[in-house]
């Protein structure tokens, strides 16, 4: 029979450059993954594992254009406990950006108001001599100001020198009006003056208040939820053993964790086996139905479960996985909910045994062996071995006449091939490797029935037991 391929290996196999034409044997996946990208649809995909749905998820995400808004959470000085958020687009970044404040004016440090550089650490209160605001003791021997504060200070009197402070405010007289200066160390020689008019041009968030991002704008548009805990899916406060003690604490801001319902904002979040997730099933139905949801601390007795961020947006595109026979153990409002902005599809387990779908398990493992960058591309003989196990485990597998399109054991199948290639120096894939990876990868279940015959033997064997029957009295004891 003549060979189906025109090739003489998978290196001359062209392989489309969208992952979306990647996807093989799953035509109608593939015309709903465009509907679902430009509409922003939900799909739930049902079927076995290993039928190519992750990669459906993925194709989505291809399709979609990058990000537009980063999210941070920013220094509440009045509430630390309830951090501002502030969703940001590129075009409001760069604007802020362009608009950044003047400097303000530097002066060097004998030109200011002495108790200014005293308190900034530049001036020594005993000499009145100038030095590094970063040298706590001034070259006559005398503390500057005191070091390596400690939550209990404030409780200790008569310390002599005082504690170094980032910046002083004061105030002046203009044309007859009383206006705020603040005065800050600029290096070690000089200081800035911000008068009120620069002051208020300020970016507030941008730059009075220190900020967390919790999603930037380079982000990822696909991102895989397992749903191992809470945490993980929704996002967390980090505990913090100081209690967010202003001095030796770490501020509650900055402890903030985003989810991956939050990393998935303008993109896809695909949860593989959504059963798995429980309970946390109905945590994803609200941040689908309200497309924000909040962060706070998971754990009551860290000190993350007083901090609350309220309305982080996660406007996400669900895809979803299942097995057919775990439909039933899915939240029905969740099903619900998909099925209301979006789609169910069965996922196909076999292709028509043609010569165009033999052509697309070529490309198939030209794909594989370029993904893997391990093993040999395949001759045409070694890819006529795996179309043969393909037709073989659809009949024995879905029986059904075709191909199958299992194509996760396929895949263990090609790389277990390429690795007998390596260990013989070979340069290609070849159909003796391909037969030898399909007799060694069989499973564990089929190696046991062919070495013992049973289950029950090979557990007898294990015990060291005979398997013979004993066939009177005397062979007993």
């Given at each position: 029979m003549p060979s189906p391929f025109d090739f003489d290996d998978t290196s001359s196999v062209k392989v489309p450059s969208s992952l979306l034409e990647q996807v093989i044997g799953q035509e109608e996946a593939v015309r709903l993954a465009r509907v679902i990208a430009k509409q922003r649809?939900?799909?739930l995909l049902v079927g076995p594992p290993g039928t190519g749905k992750s990669m459906v998820a993925q194709a989505i995400s291809s399709l979609l254009s990058k990000p537009t808004q980063e999210v941070s959470v920013l220094h509440n000085p009045a509430k630390p406990e309830r951090p501002f958020l502030e969703v940001r687009t590129r075009a409001q970044i760069e604007?802020?950006?362009r608009g950044r404040p003047p400097a303000g004016l530097t002066m060097p440090v004998e030109q200011a108001p002495p108790f200014v550089t005293e308190r900034l650490g530049y001036r020594c209160h005993s000499c009145n001599r100038y030095s590094s605001p970063e040298a706590q003791l001034c070259p006559c021997g005398a503390e500057k100001f005191r070091g390596g504060a400690g939550p209990f200070d404030d409780l200790v009197v008569g310390l002599g020198a005082p504690e170094r402070e980032d910046s002083v405010s004061t105030t002046r007289i203009m044309a007859g009006r009383e206006?705020?200066?603040?005065?800050?160390?600029?290096?070690d020689r000089m200081v800035r003056a911000l008068d009120s008019k620069e002051l208020s041009k300020l970016d507030r968030s941008d730059t009075q208040l220190p900020r967390n991002i919790l999603l930037?704008?380079?982000?990822?548009?696909?991102v895989q939820a397992t749903g191992a805990s809470e945490t993980e899916l929704l996002g967390d406060v980090r505990h913090d053993p100081y209690g967010g003690h202003y001095q030796i604490g770490t501020p509650p801001y900055s402890r903030v964790v985003a989810g991956s319902v939050h990393e998935a904002h303008e993109g896809v979040l695909f949860v593989d086996e959504l059963v798995a997730l429980g309970r946390l099933q109905r945590h994803l139905l609200t941040?689908?139905?309200?497309?924000?949801?909040?962060?706070?601390?998971?754990?009551a007795s860290s000190t993350g479960a007083s901090v609350r961020v309220d309305s982080v947006p996660c406007e996400f595109i669900l895809v979803a996985a299942v097995n057919t026979s775990d439909l039933r153990k899915i939240l029905s409002p969740l099903r619900s909910r998909i099925g209301g902005n979006g789609y169910e599809l069965l996922i196909n387990t076999v292709m028509p045994d043609t010569e165009s779908n033999q052509q697309k398990l070529a490309q198939f493992v030209a794909q594989e062996v370029r993904r893997d960058s391990r093993i040999p591309h395949a001759s045409s003989a070694a890819v006529e071995a795996l179309v043969g196990e393909a037709r073989r485990r659809a009949k024995s597998v879905d029986h059904s006449s075709g191909l199958t399109l299992r194509l996760r054991s396929l895949s263990g199948i090609l790389k277990m091939a390429g690795d007998w290639a390596v260990s013989d120096s070979a340069p290609l894939i070849e159909e003796k490797h391909v037969k030898l990876a399909i007799e060694r990868g069989k499973p564990v279940e089929e190696q046991i029935m062919g070495r013992y015959g049973s289950a029950y033997k090979a557990a007898m064997s294990d015990w060291g037991i005979s398997n013979r029957v004993p066939t009177d009295d005397k062979n007993i004891g």
């Open positions: 649809r939900h799909l604007e802020q950006g206006e705020l200066v603040v005065f800050e160390r600029f290096d930037t704008l380079d982000r990822p548009t696909f941040a689908m139905q309200e497309r924000k949801f909040p962060i706070t601390g998971r754990n």
